[in-house]
């Protein structure tokens, strides 16, 4: 299914066009959403869930063939928490096993959490498994540009709901979006009382977000964020 407008996001699962680049992929149960945006023959995938419903998600993009002549891979992590990184090792597997080359990509500070497999801050064990160390190929920091293809995607770092806390902004001269993460959704704000959370720092991150121009947001969790403005404008008044 396709979009043009805001409007016409449907409220069923996934999948969903986002054009020119997008599909995105609802979140099952404690999962986050998971997104794909393809260029060439480059694919950018955004969070991975926990891993539990990994082959839902890949049944679907082998089956309306977003990964048709895909050769290399990002599995880029908007922060720590193990509903949005537990399935980057099965989905690498998953790929590599179609011959298609795969790396990690995240926030310098969220790739050492995962490098260290620190559970006191992934949360793993919330959803009765165990952290492992985790290879990051590519550390970012604020300001940095993810090149997938002939798109250029810039990362925000966002502190606030984790330390690691990044959004990735995409302006192809089209359509602007933004991936939020747990940073920001459509009407509240990821949490700030777990291990790294900060609440000012939460708000300093949305007062940042407010300066771009955003035509869809595409949160970790529920729905697409709509009036981009009048959504953070409206969460600052009570934070």
């Given at each position: 299914m396709k979009i043009s407008s805001i409007e016409e996001f449907p409220r069923e699962l996934v999948p969903v066009e986002v054009p020119p680049h997008t599909v995105m992929l609802r979140g099952i149960g404690w999962d986050s959403?998971?997104?794909?945006?393809?260029?060439?023959?480059?694919?950018?995938?955004?969070?991975?869930?926990?891993?539990?419903?990994?082959?839902?998600?890949?049944?679907?993009?082998?089956?309306?063939?977003?990964?048709?002549?895909?050769?290399?891979?990002?599995?880029?992590?908007?922060?720590?928490?193990?509903d949005h990184v537990g399935g980057n090792y099965v989905l690498k597997n998953w790929l590599e096993e179609k011959g298609i080359e795969v790396f990690f990509a995240a926030h310098e500070t969220t790739a050492e959490v995962l490098e260290r497999g620190d559970d006191y801050?992934?949360?793993?064990?919330?959803?009765?498994?165990?952290?492992?160390?985790?290879?990051?190929?590519?550390?970012?920091?604020?300001g940095d540009r993810l090149r997938i293809g002939s798109l250029e995607l810039e990362l925000i770092h966002t502190p606030g709901h984790t330390a690691g806390s990044s959004c990735l902004y995409l302006d192809d001269g089209?359509?602007?979006?933004?991936?939020?993460?747990?940073?920001?959704?459509?009407?509240?704000?990821g949490r700030t009382d777990l291990p790294t959370g900060n609440g000012?720092?939460?708000?300093?991150?949305?007062?940042?977000?407010?300066?771009?121009?955003?035509?869809?947001?595409?949160?970790?969790?529920?729905?697409?964020?709509?009036e981009w403005e009048e959504n953070i404008n409206g969460l600052l008044g009570w934070l």
């Open positions: 959403n998971v997104y794909l945006v393809r260029s060439g023959e480059d694919a950018l995938i955004i969070d991975t869930g926990t891993g539990v419903n990994w082959h839902a998600y890949a049944q679907i993009w082998e089956r309306e063939g977003h990964l048709t002549g895909i050769r290399r891979a990002v599995i880029f992590n908007t922060h720590e928490h193990f801050v992934i949360l793993a064990y919330a959803y009765g498994r165990k952290s492992k160390p985790q290879k990051v190929d590519i550390h970012m920091k604020e089209e359509t602007r979006i933004m991936f939020t993460g747990d940073t920001l959704f459509n009407g509240t704000v000012w720092k939460l708000q300093k991150s949305l007062e940042r977000l407010l300066k771009y121009d955003v035509d869809f947001g595409l949160p970790g969790h529920g729905w697409v964020i709509k």
